[in-house]
């Protein structure tokens, strides 16, 4: 009500919905067919469609429902002499979505969507060579929880041939797995070797016990943020808190 220019919220993952939007826009359709929305109606009242969030999908999109933007070449245009000396440019790297975790204040905590669906090794690799051949000086990598994975070693290591390769990127943003100390040591050792991390995250919520049942994150020891800490000034590579 206190924003009357939004007609439409889209729920949880946009790229179906949004599609579906269009459609529906472009063939004067309604929009009460569309799972996971709420709307404005005309006279100013506001509802849901569908059963909402028993009704949305539980985050399986395909890779091939989503293609890359960079792979299809959508950014190729933008690309120039003068992008490429600009420090200032960044790109989005999506490898994987969602999380396991229930953390009350995170968005990816909500029990709708923390289970996790992922794009294939290739498909992360090749765009990250798009980047470097391009010359992209910063990535912000989009997943929650970049080392949860089993592939994710294998991931960093490629990332880090291409740096070597390219030069290019100068930094890479990552959420890091909260629980997974040895993949994200070394994913973390590998990229700083070749000097494309801007640091290690050390992520602590609170160093109260109570703080930390009241929001259900018990089960994210701070004993490990720790363990990491040591082992990153063993090998002076550079940390910072996100408190």
Excluded at 134 to 140: A, F, G, Q, S
Aim: with cysteine.
């Amino acid at each position: 009500a206190e924003h009357p220019y939004v007609d439409v919220l889209v729920h949880y993952e946009g790229e179906t919905p949004f599609r579906r939007i269009l459609r529906a826009l472009l063939h004067g359709s309604p929009l009460d067919d569309i799972t996971g929305l709420t709307l404005r109606r005309p006279d100013g009242t506001v509802t849901r469609t569908g059963h909402f969030v028993s009704d949305l999908p539980r985050r399986q999109i395909p890779d091939a429902v989503l293609p890359s933007p960079y792979l299809r070449g959508y950014f190729d245009s933008l690309v120039n002499d003068k992008w490429r000396d600009d420090p200032m440019v960044m790109a989005v790297w999506e490898t994987s979505r969602g999380g396991p975790y229930a953390c009350t204040f995170c968005e990816w905590g909500d029990s709708a969507l923390n289970k996790m669906s992922w794009f294939s090794d290739e498909r992360a690799a090749q765009e990250f060579e798009w980047f470097a051949r391009n010359k992209i000086h910063n990535i912000h990598a989009a997943d929650a929880n970049f080392g949860i994975l089993p592939r994710d070693v294998g991931l960093a290591e490629r990332v880090a041939a291409l740096k070597e390769r390219y030069g290019f990127p100068k930094n890479v943003h990552m959420n890091t797995a909260k629980n997974h100390v040895d993949a994200v040591f070394r994913i973390m050792k590998r990229w700083n070797e070749v000097g494309l991390t801007i640091g290690a995250t050390i992520a602590v919520q609170s160093l109260n016990h109570d703080t930390l049942v009241a929001i259900h994150r018990e089960n994210m020891a701070v004993t490990k943020d720790l363990e990491l800490q040591v082992q990153y000034q063993k090998l002076r590579i550079p940390t910072y808190v996100e408190f």
